[in-house]
DNA sequence: TCCCAAAACTGGACATAGTCTAGCTCGCAT
DNA sequence: ATGCGAGCTAGACTATGTCCAGTTTTGGGA
């Protein structure tokens, strides 16, 4: 994703985009990779090499609310995916690395049977040994 | 659980049940709490009001290495859960607050279409609100 | 019973993840 | 040019968890 794309899709969602957040948003968005906080910001170190933690969790949290990617707390402590249409999630056992399984492959049946909570969302968490690279 | 039932218990599984150990895990045991590793300092030491962190740490991570209890990492934190059999998770979205759901009660197809990773385990995680007090 | 080694436990230092705050800076409208 | 507010900064602070060196407890053997 370029940094243009990055800049109209912030705008799009109310965030001005300012250097800094740019930076932020394009370690995350546009690739299906699940970097922690910790990650992001050494990614966004690179580019621009004074930004404080501060900020990369105050655009991490924004982005967050404002749907442009969801944070997961399983895997290898807390990672962001900015696959933020439903999808099912794969995890190797030893790593803690994540993988994306697309919503289609799987279904859940018995859903209907759950009479305590209003459901909002759900989700399948598979863990394992990943066998090779991703396809 | 009574304190013998607990002592049984840890015996059976190769685990000497010292004062604390049997303090510990009485609190998380033969229920369907889901306690933080706080939650257990806080409750063990109305028992034995000098038992350290360390200790509530150790022994928690004993009894989830021996398969007493596992660890789970969504709801508000990492919390512990001493149902070790399959089961699904229902997390209230406000609160964090988990409860179970029966293994029978779901069920997930297409696993079979996984072929990227040796599947060692799976489950279904649930978010919404509750409606009312456990049944 | 007494003694010893091993196991268990302790407090505190350390590590990691994340939040909060007070002050500074920069871009923009006037 | 100047004043303002959003954004950014460093660093202090909190929460959670690990590690370690030293001390206490325990159970088994003489």
Redesign the pocket.
């Known amino acids: 994703m370029t940094d243009s794309e990055v800049v109209e899709l912030l705008r799009a969602h109310g965030i ?1 985009p ?4 740019v930076a932020v948003a394009s370690c995350v968005l546009g690739n299906d990779t699940h970097p ?3 990650t992001v910001l050494r990614k966004a170190r690179e580019r621009l090499p ?6 990369v ?3 991490l ?1 924004l982005l967050n609310e404002k749907g442009l990617l969801r944070q997961h707390p399983f895997g290898a ?2 990672v962001f995916d900015s696959n933020v249409s439903r999808h099912h999630h794969l995890i190797d056992e030893e790593t803690g690395e994540m993988r994306d399984i697309p919503w289609e492959k799987l279904s859940v049946s018995g859903l209907e049977s759950i009479k305590d909570a209003e459901i909002t969302d759900y989700m399948i968490v598979i863990r394992g040994r990943f066998k090779k690279r991703r396809a």
Chains 1, 2 share one sequence.
């Open positions: 001005r300012s250097a800094h957040r922690s906080a910790e004074v930004i404080s933690r501060a900020t969790y105050n655009t949290n402590g807390t």
